[in-house]
């Protein structure tokens, strides 16, 4: 266990080395995007979007929960990128010539993803609140919207690391990711209530696990406990399927890997 | 019962799909020698060191490490065995001692030993004035010294090595084979890939010319280039009728070190065991019966005739095909 613990350690370590040393090129591309759409999409559509449709104050705080939840995708779906560099050039195949547990691998990457998306929900939390948006359910609300949110990124990042380790080349990968990406967005609840959606987005929307987790951290923000609660209890049912169909594919895609 | 053999592979098989990367594969290796796989990209050797060093499962047949079967007990044979992994296995973001440090965690040292190692390794292979830099400043070189330090590490009892000199300068090449050598003097077993006949010829006790999947001969340079017949004198006759050619044959035919003549053209192919004794007493030979010379080569199989005769066709002008 002690074995394990330092392997995890120093795995994690190393992640967090490398996005020190090129912080400007990946710090910026992760937090960036979605920082902007809260910024630009959250200001364009401030008039534009109906308050009585949104069921919001304002569209900026409909929105928010949103790119919150966009930003656990976009990282989750990105987490498996630099295993994936690690297995084309090699240095995956130095790890495992080494007497560590297969799955220290895998869970430095959960750490490090975790740690990340967690940062960065608070910072896109720091932004809304700037523009006049503040979590309605207080620090317990923010900590219970980190807990969802990491709950989200594990089964995503299992993905991700699937399609890493089962990918050819890394131009798959990032077709397949750019592919992903958008409809998953899309056809959620991130900038659109479903009732106002079309018929056939909606039916999407339905069964896209990220329309549940933006419905229960939505009301964490806007609205209060008694309304965010109930609806936190289905996300959590939901993420606990997810993740554990997301886990149980990914160690096979893993296990046909690396042995 | 004799101690296990350092390696120990037998009828090894791995088929990606359709396609046989290594068929029926036997060898064993002895401890203490440097063991060479050659041949060419695509021919099995790096998918047979990857099923050695536990990265990789075979479809069908066994390998040992020290006795340890590297399916069954891959976890023991990972403590057993040190990788020098190809040069662009390095992280381009880490530094050199962070790699070092990230392995000794990897194996599990405890931190005063993990940095006294390092230290020490560091120093033998010369790299301690930018152990502190980012190792995407590195030379080929420099990595190559890196990936050997990362390779020695854990204390292994026998060390892999794959491709170890790819794509190097001259001088860099030679101090990396100086360093294999130094290892196997304080009795380190190694086993290395290498598509390059001098290296295999040069550093290798033994080698195992593998081409598509298969090993086609295996032994030491020198017992390989001696089973081609031995080394080659060539006679060329200033008068070559077949009357001189034949009394010259009947002449050199019961010398002790000649194993066979050849009639080429307007002389003889002469194998022998080498030139010390058997170029004098041709001479006098040829002398004695009064057979005029125009001319007289000495020539030395090269690894590469061994590899023409085994597998049909050169190493170096065979253009590589993809790797598996």
């Known amino acids: ?259 | 019962m004799s101690a296990p053999a350092a390696i120990e592979v037998t009828n090894l098989n791995k088929t990606y799909d359709t396609v046989d990367a290594v068929k029926n594969l036997s060898l064993t290796v002895q401890h203490g020698e440097i063991f060479g796989l050659l041949g060419p990209n695509g021919a099995g050797k790096s998918t047979t060191l990857r099923i050695l060093i536990t990265t990789l499962s075979p479809t069908t047949g066994t390998a040992t490490i020290l006795g340890h079967d590297v399916v069954k007990e891959a976890d023991t044979v990972r403590r057993l065995i040190g990788y020098v992994a190809q040069e662009r296995a390095i992280d381009r973001f880490l530094t050199g001692r962070e790699h070092l440090l990230l392995l000794a965690d990897l194996y599990h040292l405890k931190k005063d030993e993990a940095l006294a190692r390092i230290e020490t390794l560091l120093k033998l292979v010369n790299l301690e004035e930018h152990a502190d830099r980012v190792a995407k400043g590195y030379s080929g070189g420099m990595k190559r010294k890196l990936d050997i330090a990362c390779g020695l590490l854990p204390n292994p009892k026998i060390l892999f090595l794959d491709e170890p000199t790819l794509g190097l300068d001259v001088q860099s090449r030679l101090n990396i084979w100086d360093h294999v050598r130094k290892l196997k003097e304080q009795g380190m077993t190694i086993v290395m890939t290498t598509n390059y006949l001098d290296e295999a010829d040069q550093l290798c006790d033994r080698i195992a010319i593998i081409d598509r999947g298969e090993i086609r001969a295996i032994g030491s340079p020198k017992d390989l280039k001696a089973s081609l017949g031995g080394d080659g004198i060539w006679l060329t006759l200033s008068d070559a009728t077949p009357e001189a050619l034949e009394q010259l044959t009947s002449a050199l035919q019961g010398l002790p070190f000649v194993r066979g003549i050849r009639p080429r053209e307007n002389g003889l192919d002469i194998r022998v065991d080498g030139p010390e004794k058997a170029l004098p007493a041709i001479m006098e030979t040829t002398n004695k019966i009064g057979c005029l010379l125009d001319g007289i080569e000495y020539h030395r199989p090269r690894l590469d005739d061994v590899f023409v005769a085994h597998t049909g066709r050169s190493l170096t002008n065979e253009p590589a095909p993809p790797e598996a």
């Open chain 1, 1 to 259: 266990m002690n074995e394990q613990i330092q392997e995890v350690l120093a795995l994690t370590n190393r992640w967090v080395k490398r996005l020190s040393r090129e912080k400007f090129s990946m710090l910026f591309t992760l937090i960036q995007p979605m920082l902007f759409w809260l910024i630009f999409f959250g200001n364009l559509f401030q008039r534009a979007a109906d308050v009585q449709v949104v069921q919001a104050p304002n569209y900026m705080s409909f929105l928010a929960a949103g790119v919150v939840v966009m930003t656990v995708l976009n990282n989750g779906l990105a987490g498996g990128v630099d295993l994936l560099f690690d297995k084309e050039n090699g240095f995956l195949e130095r790890l495992m010539a080494t007497p560590i547990r297969r799955s220290s691998v895998i869970l430095s990457r959960f750490l490090f993803v975790m740690a990340i998306t967690g940062m960065q929900i608070l910072v896109i939390l720091g932004v809304a609140f700037l523009f006049g948006v503040s979590a309605e359910t207080g620090i317990m609300g923010i900590a219970l919207i980190l807990v969802l949110g990491m709950l989200f990124g594990i089964g995503l990042t299992s993905i991700s690391m699937a399609m890493a380790f089962s990918v050819k080349s890394h131009g798959d990968f990032f077709s397949v990711l750019g592919f992903l990406s958008l409809p998953m967005i899309f056809l959620s609840s991130a900038l659109v209530p479903l009732v106002a959606m079309p018929g056939w987005m909606q039916f999407f929307a339905f069964f896209n696990p990220m329309t549940w987790v933006i419905d229960a951290v939505r009301p964490l923000i806007i609205s209060g406990w008694s309304e965010a609660l109930p609806q936190v209890g289905i996300a959590l049912v939901v993420l606990v399927a997810f993740d554990a169909l997301c886990l149980y594919g990914g160690a096979k895609a893993f296990k046909r890997s690396v042995g």
